[in-house]
């Protein structure tokens, strides 16, 4: 399978002040949603679902979408939502759901059945993420308990996978979930299932858990592909150790990319809405980063502390433009140094998939679609066969119905168009 | 104080202090949430007429086997393994903080079985109109700020949680939170609520209800809805003390049992 790329939305609030920082103490979890206009909002969600089935038209391989909840960062408490829209209205891209958080729903069964709905709505198009959650979503927001948050994901994931598989009903009896009869209804149209990615964030555990089950492991960091690199390493250490082959499609990497005819234009474009992202979007209270026993000690002993003592908890720098070219955080330039960088993202961190944020902060729709455009259309096509020994690997991708249906496109006039029958032998 | 640990017939390794006349009345302390503090003056005020164990829940300290325990009918049925395991019969049964909350859940399961119950600064109910500030997004800092009434104290017992501390003892204190709040979490996060409340009628003993009057994590109207909710209990309320009473008033609190 050549390289793929997923135009991704993560919805964010684009009209926070600009005392954000020193105003509110975080864009998560406890920011008063007087700050949020359902007016907007209304216009807001178009602007965003058109940009999505765009990035189809021009060819993105998948266009994606994920689950936060209670903040300005990222409006898609249900992204099964906007996915659908989008099954309705694309006929070829991956629709990238990435992903439900497992273990807040109860039951789970409610995932296998939304996403069955996804599945064969979009004629198999599904890609599948299981993320355990930030702890602001996960623990903070949704109530669950942080040292029970993992072995409830477990849980959650076994009686999905289950769901899917079987075809009687069965019962199950778990710690977190008792049902007598589990009996999905619909059921995905991809078999065994739709290809299933877990966004992970360095842990070993995950790692194990994605290579015992083949699924994708998914980085989705906004800090870059340089500070990516150990984490990654890591990763393809694991791989090598387990056995498995070492396909690229094995790993995706979430990139802010923006592309503009020449550097100078790139800033002059850009530069305010991505500066918006990372210092109002990202702007957390390191109290909801994590509650005690939502992590490992063994990881906690490997972090950084510094954000925990008491002058600097509210004193985190502004990052500035030239911070976030050289970090590698933000990919920006001409088509070709973006093209550059992008070769070297994938190389040293041997991934297959790219999830392109192309759309950052408070970036307006003519300057989105100007930058999805010169991406489709000037880099892509270059980066697609950096893997030629990989490129019949499909084991990660979906495999869609050959002719998939869509809506039926509304009438200019509001009459209702001659709808195509269904077959019922 | 003399430690040792014992082994719960369920399998957990639990350490013990123990102090006093092995002829006195027993009685168990149930600790509260960050621990036992290293400071033993309570204890020892105590066993002056009691003999006294506190056992360390597991998360906490060298006591072990914590992921055995799930929920609140673990952690109450563990107490009482604990006082089998010493094998102690009636004794006084006293939790502070997190352990008044296990205590007074002990006591609601075996209302016979104990000689005397008092409940310090616990927690286990909840009222709308005085939410309880969430603990679990606290920085280290913070709890010093807000579990004690007096700053000087926090400074020398919570070693790591202020500003001033070294960056190995902030490392550590965050860690050692990590594990005995992680554990904690099972019975008070998100809402450190369980529904003690309707179980409280079976309660037989005599209780004592104890507060710092500047406890600004669970505040001190929370001892009123207790008295109410026990049928033999009495409220005292102390002065110049926060959430950490048996570490900043330990001499008062003694002499009220």
Same mark, same amino acid.
């Given at each position: 399978?050549?390289?793929?790329?997923?135009?991704?939305?993560?919805?964010?609030?684009?009209?926070?002040?600009?005392?954000?920082?020193?105003?509110?103490?975080?864009?998560?979890?406890?920011?008063?949603?007087?700050?949020?206009?359902?007016?907007?909002?209304?216009?807001?969600?178009?602007?965003?679902?058109?940009?999505?089935?765009?990035?189809?038209?021009?060819?993105?391989?998948?266009?994606?979408?994920? &689950? /936060?909840?209670? $903040?300005?960062?990222? =409006?898609?408490?249900?992204?099964?939502?906007? #996915?659908?829209? !989008?099954?309705?209205?694309?006929?070829?891209?991956?629709?990238?759901?990435?992903?439900?958080?497992?273990?807040?729903?109860?039951?789970?069964?409610?995932?296998?059945?939304?996403?069955?709905?996804?599945?064969?709505?979009?004629?198999?198009?599904?890609?599948?993420?299981?993320?355990?959650?930030?702890?602001?979503?996960?623990?903070?927001?949704?109530?669950?308990?942080?040292?029970?948050?993992?072995?409830?994901?477990?849980?959650?994931?076994?009686?999905?996978?289950?769901?899917?598989?079987?075809?009687?009903?069965?019962?199950?009896?778990?710690?977190?979930?008792?049902?007598?009869?589990?009996?999905?209804?619909?059921?995905?149209?991809?078999?065994?299932?739709?290809?299933?990615?877990?966004?992970?964030?360095?842990?070993?555990?995950?790692?194990?858990?994605?290579? &015992? /089950?083949?699924? $994708?492991?998914?980085? =989705?960091?906004?800090?870059?592909?340089?500070? #990516?690199?150990? !984490?990654?390493?890591?990763?393809?250490?694991?791989?090598?150790?387990?056995?498995?082959?070492?396909?690229?499609?094995?790993?995706?990497?979430?990139?802010?990319?923006?592309?503009?005819?020449?550097?100078?234009?790139?800033?002059?474009?850009?530069?305010?809405?991505?500066?918006?992202?990372?210092?109002?979007?990202?702007?957390?209270?390191?109290?909801?980063?994590?509650?005690?026993?939502?992590?490992?000690?063994?990881?906690?002993?490997?972090?950084?502390?510094?954000?925990?003592?008491?002058?600097?908890?509210?004193?985190?720098?502004?990052?500035?433009?030239?911070?976030?070219?050289?970090?590698?955080?933000?990919?920006?330039?001409?088509?070709?140094?973006?093209?550059?960088?992008?070769?070297?993202?994938?190389?040293?961190?041997?991934?297959?998939?790219?999830?392109?944020?192309?759309?950052?902060?408070?970036?307006?729709?003519?300057?989105?679609?100007?930058?999805?455009?010169?991406?489709?259309?000037?880099?892509?096509?270059?980066?697609?066969?950096?893997?030629?020994?990989?490129?019949?690997?499909?084991?990660?991708?979906?495999?869609?119905?050959?002719?998939?249906?869509?809506?039926?496109?509304?009438?200019?006039?509001?009459?209702?168009?001659?709808?195509?029958?269904?077959?019922?032998? | 104080?003399?430690?040792?640990?014992?082994?719960?017939?369920?399998?957990?390794?639990?350490?013990?202090?123990?102090?006093?006349?092995?002829?006195?009345?027993?009685?168990?302390?149930?600790?509260?949430?960050?621990?036992?503090?290293?400071?033993?003056?309570?204890?020892?005020?105590?066993?002056?007429?009691?003999?006294?164990?506190?056992?360390?829940?597991?998360?906490?300290?060298?006591?072990?086997?914590?992921?055995?325990?799930?929920?609140?009918?673990?952690?109450?049925?563990?107490?009482?393994?604990?006082?089998?395991?010493?094998?102690?019969?009636?004794?006084?049964?006293?939790?502070?903080?997190?352990?008044?909350?296990?205590?007074?859940?002990?006591?609601?399961?075996?209302?016979?079985?104990?000689?005397?119950?008092?409940?310090?600064?616990?927690?286990?109910?909840?009222?709308?109109?005085?939410?309880?500030?969430?603990?679990?997004?606290?920085?280290?800092?913070?709890?010093?700020?807000?579990?004690?009434?007096?700053?000087?104290?926090?400074?020398?017992?919570?070693?790591?949680?202020?500003?001033?501390?070294?960056?190995?003892?902030?490392?550590?204190?965050?860690?050692?939170?990590?594990?005995?709040?992680?554990?904690?979490?099972?019975?008070?996060?998100?809402?450190?609520?369980?529904?003690?409340?309707?179980?409280?009628?079976?309660?037989?003993?005599?209780?004592?209800?104890?507060?710092?009057?500047?406890?600004?994590?669970?505040?001190?109207?929370?001892?009123?809805?207790?008295?109410?909710?026990?049928?033999?209990?009495?409220?005292?309320?102390?002065?110049?003390?926060?959430?950490?009473?048996?570490?900043?008033?330990?001499?008062?609190?003694?002499?009220?049992?």
């Amino acid at each position: 399978m050549p390289m793929r790329f997923t135009w991704f939305n993560l919805m964010p609030w684009p009209y926070l002040p600009e005392d954000f920082r020193q105003t509110y103490r975080s864009v998560w979890v406890d920011l008063p949603n007087r700050l949020y206009d359902p007016v907007k909002g209304h216009a807001l969600y178009h602007e965003y679902m058109d940009q999505l089935e765009y990035a189809d038209e021009l060819g993105f391989d998948g266009i994606g979408v994920n &689950e /936060h909840h209670q $903040n300005g960062y990222g =409006l898609m408490p249900s992204p099964n939502i906007i #996915a659908a829209t !989008l099954a309705r209205r694309t006929a070829r891209a991956a629709i990238c759901v990435i992903g439900n958080s497992i273990a807040l729903y109860n039951p789970p069964i409610r995932v296998a059945e939304e996403f069955a709905m996804l599945d064969v709505i979009s004629g198999g198009r599904l890609v599948a993420g299981f993320p355990v959650g930030t702890p602001m979503d996960t623990n903070f927001c949704y109530g669950q308990i942080p040292a029970l948050t993992r072995d409830k994901y477990a849980e959650a994931h076994e009686l999905i996978m289950r769901a899917w598989a079987e075809e009687e009903p069965f019962a199950f009896d778990g710690k977190y979930n008792q049902l007598r009869w589990v009996n999905c209804w619909p059921k995905p149209i991809q078999k065994p299932h739709p290809p299933i990615y877990i966004p992970g964030g360095g842990s070993v555990e995950t790692y194990d858990f994605c290579l &015992e /089950h083949d699924y $994708n492991y998914s980085y =989705l960091s906004f800090y870059g592909y340089l500070a #990516a690199q150990a !984490l990654m390493d890591a990763y393809w250490e694991r791989v090598a150790q387990s056995g498995k082959d070492e396909s690229p499609h094995r790993a995706a990497f979430a990139q802010v990319i923006a592309v503009a005819d020449t550097d100078a234009d790139a800033e002059r474009l850009y530069k305010e809405h991505i500066l918006y992202f990372y210092n109002r979007c990202l702007h957390v209270a390191a109290a909801f980063l994590d509650p005690p026993g939502y992590r490992t000690i063994n990881t906690i002993k490997a972090s950084s502390l510094q954000r925990l003592r008491r002058q600097s908890a509210s004193e985190v720098p502004e990052a500035t433009w030239q911070q976030l070219l050289d970090g590698g955080m933000v990919i920006a330039g001409s088509p070709e140094t973006v093209r550059q960088r992008m070769e070297e993202l994938i190389k040293t961190l041997h991934v297959g998939h790219v999830f392109c944020l192309l759309h950052t902060g408070n970036q307006p729709d003519d300057k989105t679609r100007h930058n999805t455009r010169l991406f489709a259309t000037e880099v892509i096509p270059k980066l697609r066969h950096l893997w030629p020994e990989w490129d019949n690997d499909d084991r990660w991708w979906i495999h869609p119905l050959e002719s998939p249906r869509t809506g039926s496109p509304p009438h200019p006039n509001g009459q209702v168009a001659e709808p195509t029958p269904v077959e019922r032998a | 104080m003399n430690a040792r640990t014992l082994q719960t017939r369920r399998g957990m390794h639990v350490r013990v202090m123990e102090a006093g006349r092995n002829e006195a009345q027993p009685l168990v302390f149930l600790h509260g949430v960050l621990g036992l503090l290293n400071d033993d003056t309570f204890l020892n005020a105590l066993a002056e007429r009691y003999h006294v164990f506190a056992p360390e829940l597991p998360g906490y300290g060298e006591s072990s086997g914590e992921e055995l325990l799930e929920d609140m009918l673990d952690f109450t049925l563990h107490g009482w393994d604990v006082v089998d395991a010493l094998g102690l019969r009636q004794p006084v049964l006293v939790g502070h903080s997190l352990g008044g909350m296990i205590a007074a859940e002990m006591a609601c399961i075996a209302p016979a079985a104990i000689e005397k119950l008092v409940l310090v600064d616990p927690f286990g109910l909840w009222l709308d109109e005085h939410p309880i500030p969430d603990l679990f997004s606290f920085l280290p800092f913070e709890f010093g700020d807000v579990l004690f009434h007096n700053r000087l104290r926090a400074a020398e017992l919570l070693v790591g949680a202020t500003d001033v501390a070294e960056p190995d003892a902030l490392r550590q204190f965050f860690i050692d939170n990590a594990r005995r709040l992680g554990t904690a979490g099972k019975i008070l996060f998100p809402i450190p609520n369980r529904r003690v409340s309707k179980r409280l009628y079976r309660l037989t003993a005599e209780t004592l209800i104890v507060w710092g009057e500047d406890d600004k994590l669970i505040p001190s109207v929370y001892a009123a809805h207790w008295a109410k909710l026990i049928a033999r209990a009495r409220v005292e309320c102390v002065k110049a003390a926060g959430h950490m009473l048996p570490y900043e008033q330990p001499q008062v609190l003694a002499a009220l049992m």
